[in-house]
């Protein structure tokens, strides 16, 4: 049974960094397409990066890619999500999602149960 577990998550105040890390098992890793997004309460899940951990490629939404940076370590199975000078608004709950298009939320196959981030001023 595929599974997606993050972690890394908790509680910082503005300014601060987290790293993020998603263990996948279960299914054919790496998968050749995974993305990390996020859901603040009372708001849609928006996405964060994607990357092709066969070659390392990476996407970002517009908005993000300044202070996020996705990456992979394929021996370990895992992407993380480091996240640097952390705002408020980045207060959300964080999925890494498996085997999708991009940052296309519909697409993906396999989802982790998320990990909370809040950040507070």
């Known amino acids: 049974q595929a599974q997606l577990v993050e972690s890394g998550g908790g509680s910082v105040q503005a300014g601060g960094s987290l790293r993020l890390s998603c263990a996948g098992s279960?299914?054919?890793?790496?998968?050749?397409?995974m993305a990390w997004f996020r859901q603040a309460p009372g708001k849609e899940r928006e996405g964060i990066a994607h990357?092709?951990?066969?070659?390392?490629?990476?996407y970002y939404a517009s908005s993000m890619k300044d202070r996020f940076t996705i990456s992979q370590d394929n021996a370990k199975k895992t992407v993380y999500l480091q996240m640097n000078n952390l705002e408020p608004e980045d207060t959300a709950m964080y999925y890494c999602?498996?085997?999708?298009?991009?940052?296309?939320?519909?697409?993906?196959?396999?989802w982790g149960q998320g990990t909370q981030v809040t950040v507070s001023s």
């Open positions: 999602a498996a085997d999708g298009w991009y940052l296309d939320q519909g697409s993906y196959k396999y």
């Open positions: 279960g299914y054919s890793y790496p998968s050749n397409s």
């Open positions: 990357i092709y951990t066969d070659r390392g490629n990476t």
